[in-house]
């Protein structure tokens, strides 16, 4: 999977926040086990516990981030925005699953763990533009172009 091999872009990136590594190592995992599942029918793997621990995992991350009150570029560093780009593959391979779900039986957990992943790689990128760079890229729509 795309965003599996992206994430180890992010995880190659020396002097990750150890919770950020931790955090992504583990998903690696269950990319790996997502895909699996996928490939062979009737397999289930990826529960809803899994979900409800990203999402518990997603909140201890965005806990002390600022409100969003603008957009975010893509930027703030090589791992944020590598990160960034995983969350984009993430979101596309969710819009693909419901896709197949659509003409094959899928465990529903699949996409909404997909979902969830996506939005947790989006704060994941806030931290890290914090952590490498100390602010994050925001959009100005009021730009002189």
């Not at 995992?57 to 009150?69: C, H, T």
């Not at 197949?100 to 957990?109: K, T």
């Not at 909404?112 to 100390?134: K, M, P, Q, T």
Request: contains cysteine; glycine residues 8%.
């Amino acid at each position: 999977m795309w965003a599996n091999s992206t994430i180890g872009v992010i995880l190659s990136v020396p002097g990750l926040p150890p919770a950020v590594a931790h955090c992504l190592t583990g998903i690696q995992h269950d990319l790996f086990d997502l895909g699996g599942e996928l490939c062979i029918p009737g397999t289930q793997v990826i529960k809803a516990q899994r979900v409800a621990e990203l999402e518990q995992v997603l909140d201890g991350f965005n806990e002390p981030l600022p409100a969003l009150k603008d957009f975010i570029l893509p930027g703030g560093g090589p791992a944020a925005a590598a990160c960034h780009l995983a969350r984009t593959i993430v979101r596309r391979a969710e819009r693909r699953v419901w896709t197949l779900a659509q003409s094959e039986a899928v465990n529903l957990e699949v996409p909404r763990y997909l979902n969830r992943l996506s939005d947790l790689l989006f704060v994941i990128a806030r931290v890290l533009a914090r952590h490498e760079s100390g602010a994050e890229v925001l959009w100005r729509h009021d730009r002189a172009r």
